[in-house]
């Protein structure tokens, strides 16, 4: 009975212009006023926002994943070029799952990095290195360190 006279008299007032009737909506339709204002039932509107959270969990996991690939990268780069390593990027690669590898594109590009040193490091490479030299500059250099052990073995032994 009580909330029949409350009611009435909320109505009266609202006629009047004073407003009076505001809690009594947001008791019954607050849930549904987002829904409302985006021109959606209640329902739509759930599964609209369960839709945005699946969304936005899957751009984080994605996110995540990128991050976790560039710090694999570094630590990659960091064993290649001996550097410190870095406990962040490391922390990075963990929060991923530790299920993370180099992307195809910087794997095929950190091969083929490896199979050109590789090669440079080996005797034919060296052959190789030779080949591409000039016969003259190899010349004027070994006239050089000659002429550079000359002079210190005269300067330390006088009898030459």
């Known amino acids: 009975m009580a909330f029949l006279m409350k009611s009435m ?3 009266q007032v609202k006629n009047l212009g004073f ?3 505001s809690e009594e909506n947001k008791e019954e339709g607050g849930a549904s006023n987002p829904a409302a204002a985006q ?6 509107y ?3 926002q369960k839709q945005m959270i699946e969304e936005k969990m899957e751009r ?8 976790a690939e560039r710090a694999c990268l570094r630590v990659h780069l960091r064993e290649k070029y ?6 962040m990027d490391e922390n990075q690669i963990q929060m991923a799952g530790d299920d993370v590898d180099l992307p195809e ?7 083929e990095d490896q199979e050109e040193e590789e090669d440079k490091d080996s005797i034919l490479g060296q052959i190789q290195n030779l080949q591409n030299m000039d016969l003259d500059t190899i010349k004027e250099k070994a006239q050089a ?5 000359k002079q210190t073995a005269e300067q330390k032994c006088s009898v030459m």
């Open 19 to 21: 407003g009076g009737g």
């Open 105 to 111: 594109d910087l794997r095929k590009m950190v091969n």
């Open 145 to 149: 360190t000659f002429t550079e052990i």
């Open 9 to 11: 008299i909320s109505n």
């Open 60 to 67: 984080d996991a994605a996110f995540t994943q990128k991050k």
């Open 82 to 87: 001996r550097l410190p390593k870095s406990e």
């Open 46 to 48: 759930e599964e609209y």
């Open 39 to 44: 021109g959606m039932t209640r329902e739509e």
